[in-house]
């Protein structure tokens, strides 16, 4: 798995964990420490890993991650402020807690927080929009990735999507937004045969 990409998968699924569960159940625990683990292993292989989502790509570096072209945690997390993510050596667990808990928290549909202005800014992580001399940097990057091989079908996201609509109905907590990165993550975990995909896939009881 390449290491740069096996960390946002991580990442959504602990954040998809988050937005099915709530962020103090076991299940979002054990994709937290999936996804740390997965930042320490990235970090070995750069130093100061930067990621930047623009009009639903997701850009490492100056390079963009074909692979992820349909990952939705990209738009997500951009209209939610989150336009850029930036890590550095010497996180450590907490710190990564922290920054988790202010993913979700942007995230969530009834936070007061203004949608698209929050940012994060802890001693080895920094999350927040981009300039626009940036955007316009990125959006000219030359593209020379090859295409991705196609996945198999994937039926697994029909389960997320029950769920999630018991939960706008029930509890109207669940955006449409979220909805579609929750089920795209669980695609795309799928298709690179992330492990322990059984957290995420929520078990109805008649």
């Given at each position: 798995m390449?290491?740069?990409?096996?960390?946002?998968?991580s990442?959504?699924?602990?954040?998809?964990a988050a937005a099915l569960y709530?962020?103090r159940?076991?299940?979002?625990?054990?994709?937290?420490?999936?996804?740390?683990?997965?930042?320490?292993?990235?970090?070995?292989?750069?130093?100061?890993?930067?990621?930047s989502f623009l009009?639903?790509?997701?850009i490492?570096?100056?390079r963009?991650?074909?692979?992820?072209?349909?990952?939705?945690?990209?738009?997500?997390?951009a209209?939610?402020?989150?336009?850029?993510?930036?890590?550095a050596?010497?996180?450590d667990?907490?710190e990564?807690?922290?920054?988790?808990?202010?993913?979700?928290?942007?995230?969530?549909?009834?936070?007061?927080?203004?949608?698209?202005s929050?940012r994060?800014?802890?001693p080895?992580v920094?999350?927040g929009?981009?300039?626009?001399?940036?955007?316009?940097?990125?959006?000219?990057?030359?593209?020379g990735?090859e295409?991705?091989?196609e996945g198999?079908?994937l039926?697994?996201?029909?389960?997320?999507i029950?769920?999630?609509?018991?939960?706008?109905?029930?509890?109207?907590?669940i955006s449409?937004?979220?909805?579609?990165?929750?089920?795209?993550?669980l695609?795309?975990?799928l298709?690179?045969?992330?492990?322990?995909?059984?957290?995420?896939?929520?078990?109805?009881?008649?």
């Amino acid at each position: 798995m390449i290491p740069e990409i096996d960390f946002l998968i991580s990442l959504g699924q602990a954040l998809s964990a988050a937005a099915l569960y709530g962020d103090r159940h076991p299940a979002f625990r054990s994709a937290a420490d999936e996804a740390f683990r997965s930042l320490l292993v990235l970090l070995e292989a750069f130093p100061a890993p930067r990621y930047s989502f623009l009009e639903g790509e997701v850009i490492f570096a100056n390079r963009r991650l074909r692979e992820l072209g349909e990952w939705h945690w990209a738009r997500t997390l951009a209209d939610a402020g989150a336009q850029r993510i930036e890590v550095a050596r010497g996180v450590d667990r907490e710190e990564f807690d922290r920054l988790l808990a202010s993913l979700v928290e942007m995230l969530d549909p009834t936070s007061t927080a203004a949608e698209g202005s929050a940012r994060i800014d802890l001693p080895h992580v920094r999350v927040g929009t981009l300039a626009v001399g940036e955007r316009k940097r990125l959006t000219e990057l030359e593209d020379g990735a090859e295409e991705p091989a196609e996945g198999p079908e994937l039926e697994e996201e029909t389960q997320a999507i029950d769920h999630l609509l018991d939960q706008a109905e029930n509890r109207g907590l669940i955006s449409l937004a979220v909805a579609r990165a929750v089920v795209q993550s669980l695609s795309i975990a799928l298709q690179y045969g992330r492990p322990r995909l059984e957290l995420l896939v929520p078990v109805r009881q008649n």
